[in-house]
């Protein structure tokens, strides 16, 4: 027997509780309880979505994903001997929509024994299938409102988490999410002239406001409709179109689309990047997979697609989510391939072409605080980090620091706070500079770049200490284009600077704004002058630092300039942001 989630009709209920049911399949929990429905109950096999919690108990979870059950129910291992499925009012040709769940429906119609509906006069009518009236063998009718969802408030972490989420979103996009706290905080995020997509198997109401403040302009594809009644207002009419659960997350057709982005929330991860999604209590699993899996799996294939998943850092009981292995508890629902970014409220790990340690390394910095050493150290004991790579950083990463400026040539770049797990880009970028850049950068011939030197280099805890980067305006590449820092001197207000920027990309304003930002910080961490040390003839150097718009004093000595930023002078606004006005001003007149 197969149960839909919208059933609201009493002398429906009524006449279920009559039945001899053996075998009961559920997508959602929304039907009341009912000890005369529990005795007759020998068997349940549940098919769970979303994170209430059953009222009946659990003997048999099948742990298939709904386009997996799907498949089940289309090749006959999932034997239907009865569907009851909640329909909308049919039209003049006798027509009815699956209003606000198209689901499994279709599947269940086609091969199910026999299907009974449920007419409900108040379900929206909804693009999609459609299903003759006639091919129900018993029609029950009712007149209740579709069940509201109502809205989620967004806790702190959950508020955090969901910037970080809408900060990996780029014009274009096609997204996936689920209609939990965090993804409806992260889709209120989003604002205008993004062009977005929706594909995703719940729609909620956070996506018809996006539909109704024009940031959505590719179309709404949906399986399911959860919200409030202003939602099931809009969704009759274009964009919104519905389709069967299994046909929409279709490999085929997810990898197809560019720029597809799934997001999912997860249970539990591992240093390794790969996740639980299992809901538990205690040892009984209740919460089910849904379509994540293939949604995950479509966006990893997808051309400049995103597979992201998300977790609070810790558990209700304070325990730690991120783990350095799965436990036996709990099983693997994500492998570590089919995710590309792991996001908590302290930050987001980029896992794209990293080795098992860089991934390790980045799993560490988005961890609780009080577990990052734990879990550095269980790395170590395990050979799976060197002792050397340690983690200064205790608060969450300032994503709200990131600028994004454009080149001379027109490039946007990402200039960003710099991690521990960026040094190996940051050796890659010391081995393409010239040899006369690095003598410049570092006053000596150095001719390799250690580990341990280049995590120095962008390991700081984003107060005295700082470093930068900057990046492709495009979080799928790790590659960095130049690097900038200031250490702080032991006299306690002062802090010595220092630039790179790749060969390619010298000229082109990068260094400019990287100074404004450094200036920038360096003042809110409350330092009264910055310092560099530039050698005589590094003459891009020693302009950058004279028009860096504060005063500025120099002494030379055997070759060496000495320099002094004052930080106290105030500006009239941000060397950055000048920095781009003038970047801007200058594309515009070229």
């Known amino acids: 027997m197969f149960l839909d989630d919208h059933l609201g009709s009493s002398t429906f209920i009524s006449y279920w509780e009559t039945l001899p049911i053996n075998h009961l399949y559920m997508i959602g929990l929304n039907l009341p309880p009912s000890a005369h429905a529990h005795a007759k109950l020998q068997r349940l096999d549940a098919r769970i979505t979303g994170d209430r919690k059953p009222w009946v108990p659990l003997q048999n979870y099948l742990s298939n994903t709904l386009p997996q059950f799907q498949n089940d129910i289309r090749a006959g291992r999932a034997r239907l001997d009865l569907g009851i499925i909640s329909i909308s009012p049919p039209d003049q040709r006798g027509m009815s929509s699956h209003g606000l769940t198209t689901g499994l429906h279709p599947a269940v119609l086609a091969h199910a024994t026999k299907c009974f509906g449920v007419i409900n006069h108040r379900m929206p009518r909804t693009q999609g299938p459609q299903v003759p009236i006639t091919q129900f063998a018993k029609v029950f009718e009712c007149d209740q409102p579709p069940l509201e969802t109502p809205p989620v408030l967004a806790g702190p972490a959950s508020k955090k988490i969901a910037r970080y989420l809408a900060s990996l979103i780029e014009d274009g996009d096609t997204i996936q999410c689920s209609d939990d706290d965090v993804a409806r905080e992260f889709l209120r995020l989003l604002q205008g002239g993004k062009a977005l997509g929706i594909h995703t198997d719940v729609i909620s109401d956070e996506v018809g406001n996006l539909v109704a403040r024009g940031v959505v302009t ?69 919460g089910g997979l849904g379509c994540f899996p293939e949604f995950l799996r479509g966006a990893a294939l997808s051309p400049m697609g995103r597979s992201i998943v998300w977790l609070p850092s810790t558990h209700a009981d304070g325990s730690s989510n991120i783990r350095f292995r799965i436990p036996e508890t709990q099983t ?89 797990s960026d040094f190996p880009e940051l050796q890659r970028l010391f081995y393409q500079m010239s040899s006369q850049d690095i003598y410049f950068r570092f006053h000596a011939g150095v001719t390799s770049l250690s580990d341990q030197n280049a995590i120095h280099l962008c390991n700081t805890n984003y107060g005295p200490d700082y470093a930068v980067v900057a990046t492709p305006n495009d979080w799928t590449q790790n590659e960095v284009l130049a690097t900038g820092c200031y250490f702080i001197e032991p006299k306690g207000k002062r802090a010595e600077l220092a630039l790179m920027v790749h060969p390619s990309y010298q000229n082109q304003g990068i260094g400019k704004a990287m100074l404004g930002f450094l200036i920038d910080q360096a003042r809110q961490a409350g330092l009264d002058t910055l310092t560099a040390e530039v050698i005589d003839g590094n003459h891009p150097s020693l302009h950058l630092l004279a028009n860096a718009g504060l005063p500025i004093t120099r002494t030379v000595s055997s070759g060496v300039h000495s320099i002094r930023l004052d930080l106290r002078m105030a500006r009239e606004q941000p060397l950055v942001t000048r920095g781009l006005n003038w970047l801007k001003q200058r594309r515009k007149a070229s």
Request: proline share 6%.
């Open 218 to 286: 590719s179309g709404v594809r949906g399986s399911f409709a959860r919200g409030t009644r202003a939602l099931f207002d809009q969704i009759g009419d274009d964009p919104f179109q519905f389709y069967a659960v299994g046909d929409l997350a279709c490999l085929r057709r997810t990898a197809a689309l560019p720029r597809f982005v799934a997001v999912a929330p997860a249970t539990v991860m591992d240093l390794s990047g790969q996740a639980s999604l299992a809901r538990r209590s205690g040892n009984l699993v209740w």
């Open 332 to 420: 693997v629902s994500i492998p570590r391939n089919d995710i590309h970014f792991a996001v908590t409220e302290y930050g987001f790990a980029n896992l794209l072409g990293k080795s098992l340690p860089q991934r390790a390394a980045t799993m560490v910095e988005i961890a609780h605080p009080r577990y990052r050493e734990p879990l550095m150290r269980e790395a170590h004991e395990h050979g799976l980090l060197p002792r050397l790579w340690a983690i200064r950083n205790r608060a969450h990463y300032p994503i709200e620091h990131l600028r994004t400026v454009t080149t001379k040539s027109g490039q946007d770049i990402h200039i960003r706070p710099a991690k521990c």
